[in-house]
Structure formats: structure tokens, C-alpha cells
């Protein structure tokens, strides 16, 4: 089952009502539809919780793509009383989680625009998150980034998506930052986040509409990850 993923065009809507499609063999719940972000990119799934007709309420605790055509699951809390297929029931994430996850995700963004070597890896958190840069012989300075971020952030820039097909993307191989995990590909288009002259690049996630949202962040500690790759941390600084 295809779930309709709503978070893709809105990534602010924070519940939707759905119909529960299945119950996969792990006790995984597949909905028609979904506001749940699954893990991937580095961004960690959704949590929250589905809430009957009755008022209960069935905790997620995260959301994950599942096999074949299972691209959102998610997945409840142990000993939950799952719901029936047919069920309609309302899916609703956990907002200050998901958003701290959106403000992260754009400000990782934002980093790479100032950091201009080639992506190795990636964590996003609700408290810290970080990138792993190739940086050959180059240095990087703590304080140079995080001025860097900040100029961006407080210039409010508008943050966008849109697609382009498989062969656009293979057409324009500088539009991939990640050096070590392709974008998603199968279904003839690719998603671009894109933030007018400051990054463009394939991304999945969850985003902020405008960089003034991401909030002050700080770089807390660049982390030696070989003779090439430097991991770059940031939090916020509030």
C-alpha cells in the first residue's frame, strides 16, 4: 500500500484523519494517508500518536519505511491495542519534536552552503545535529561557520521544493552534496529543496518555509574523522 505522504507538499500540517490500510506481519500500522515523516536522510521518523474514534490514543513512537510498497509505517508502542483495518482514525505527530527536526534539517542546509566541501554523512537531532565534510587539506574554523549560518538564518531567506526527473538530476551531477548516499530514485522525479542562491540540492526531508525560523545555532565542536573527513556539530544557541 502507497500512504498518501501529506508531510511532502506541507511539511506544517500537524494531524490529518486517515484510514488504517494494514497491520504489516511486524505490527506495523499502514495508513492511506499520513502526516508522519519516516526515518531517512538523516532525519530521524516521526513521533506521536493515532487517535481512535472513541478518543484513545495509540502511541508511535517512531515512523519507517517498510518492504515493497510500504513507504510509511509506523509503529507503536509495545503492548498498544492495534486498530483494525478500515479503522478511521486521526494520525497527529509530536509538533515540538517534528519542528525542532525542520529547524535542524534547513540549518544543515544553510551549513552546507557556507561549508563548501563534499558531504559524507549526516545526523539530525531535536538537540544537535551534525555533517561529516571531505575536506582534503582544507581547515575549518568553528567560529567562521557559525557566523556563517547565522548571516543566513537572519537574512530570512525563502525556502522551497520542487522536482526535476531522473534525467535532469543525472544531467546536473553537481546538484549532489552527498558523497556517500545517492538520492532516492525509481519513481522518474527527484525532490529539490531549494533556497534561492544560497543551496540547492535533492532532499526528502522536512523543511522550514523561511531560514529566520531555523533560530540562532552554534557550531559546538568540529570532531576529527580521518585525515580527509571533519564532522561538524551544531545545537542551538538560545
Same mark, same amino acid.
Given at each position: 500500500?502507497? @500512504?498518501?505522504?501529506?508531510?511532502?507538499?506541507? &511539511?506544517?500540517? %500537524?494531524?490529518?484523519?486517515? #484510514?488504517?490500510? +494494514?497491520?504489516?506481519? %511486524?505490527?506495523?500500522?499502514?495508513? !492511506?494517508?499520513?502526516?508522519?515523516?519516516? /526515518?531517512?536522510? $538523516?532525519?530521524? $521518523?516521526?513521533?506521536?500518536?493515532?487517535?481512535?474514534?472513541?478518543?484513545?490514543?495509540?502511541?508511535?513512537?517512531?515512523?519507517?519505511? $517498510?518492504?515493497? !510498497?510500504?513507504?510509511?509505517?509506523?509503529?507503536?508502542?509495545?503492548?498498544?491495542?492495534?486498530? =483494525?483495518?478500515?479503522?478511521?482514525?486521526? =494520525?497527529?505527530? !509530536?509538533?515540538?519534536?517534528?519542528? %525542532?527536526?525542520?529547524?535542524?534539517? #534547513?540549518?544543515?542546509?544553510?551549513?552546507?552552503?557556507?561549508?563548501?566541501?563534499?558531504? #559524507?554523512?549526516?545526523?539530525?537531532?531535536?538537540? %544537535? &545535529? +551534525?555533517?561529516?565534510?571531505?575536506?582534503?587539506?582544507? @581547515?575549518?574554523?568553528?567560529? =567562521?561557520? #557559525?557566523? $556563517?549560518?547565522?548571516?543566513?538564518?537572519?537574512?530570512?531567506? /525563502?525556502?522551497?521544493?520542487?522536482?526535476? /526527473?531522473?534525467?535532469?538530476?543525472?544531467?546536473?551531477? !553537481?546538484?549532489?552534496?552527498?558523497? &556517500?548516499?545517492?538520492?532516492?530514485?525509481? +519513481?522518474?522525479?527527484?525532490?529539490?529543496?531549494?533556497?534561492?542562491?544560497?543551496?540547492?540540492?535533492?532532499?526528502?526531508?522536512?523543511?522550514? =518555509?523561511?531560514?529566520?525560523?531555523?533560530?540562532?545555532?552554534?557550531? +559546538?565542536?568540529?570532531?576529527?574523522?580521518?585525515?580527509?573527513?571533519?564532522?561538524?556539530?551544531?545545537?542551538?544557541?538560545?
Amino acid at each position: 500500500m502507497i @500512504t498518501e505522504e501529506l508531510f511532502r507538499a506541507d &511539511s506544517y500540517l %500537524k494531524e490529518c484523519e486517515a #484510514t488504517v490500510e +494494514s497491520i504489516n506481519d %511486524k505490527g506495523g500500522i499502514v495508513l !492511506d494517508r499520513s502526516v508522519f515523516y519516516p /526515518t531517512g536522510g $538523516g532525519q530521524p $521518523g516521526d513521533s506521536g500518536v493515532l487517535v481512535r474514534g472513541d478518543g484513545t490514543e495509540i502511541a508511535i513512537i517512531t515512523t519507517v519505511k $517498510g518492504d515493497g !510498497d510500504e513507504n510509511v509505517v509506523h509503529v507503536p508502542a509495545e503492548g498498544s491495542a492495534l486498530p =483494525a483495518p478500515g479503522d478511521t482514525v486521526t =494520525a497527529r505527530i !509530536d509538533w515540538d519534536r517534528r519542528y %525542532k527536526h525542520m529547524r535542524m534539517h #534547513t540549518g544543515l542546509h544553510l551549513m552546507c552552503a557556507v561549508v563548501p566541501h563534499g558531504v #559524507t554523512g549526516g545526523k539530525i537531532g531535536a538537540d %544537535k &545535529s +551534525s555533517l561529516d565534510f571531505d575536506i582534503g587539506d582544507a @581547515t575549518l574554523d568553528k567560529d =567562521a561557520i #557559525t557566523e $556563517g549560518i547565522n548571516k543566513l538564518v537572519a537574512d530570512d531567506h /525563502t525556502v522551497g521544493a520542487r522536482w526535476i /526527473t531522473d534525467e535532469e538530476l543525472d544531467s546536473n551531477p !553537481d546538484l549532489v552534496r552527498t558523497m &556517500s548516499v545517492s538520492p532516492p530514485r525509481g +519513481s522518474g522525479k527527484v525532490r529539490l529543496l531549494d533556497i534561492p542562491e544560497v543551496d540547492l540540492q535533492p532532499c526528502g526531508g522536512t523543511h522550514l =518555509a523561511q531560514t529566520g525560523e531555523v533560530g540562532r545555532v552554534r557550531v +559546538s565542536k568540529i570532531e576529527n574523522k580521518g585525515k580527509r573527513n571533519r564532522r561538524v556539530n551544531i545545537v542551538f544557541d538560545e
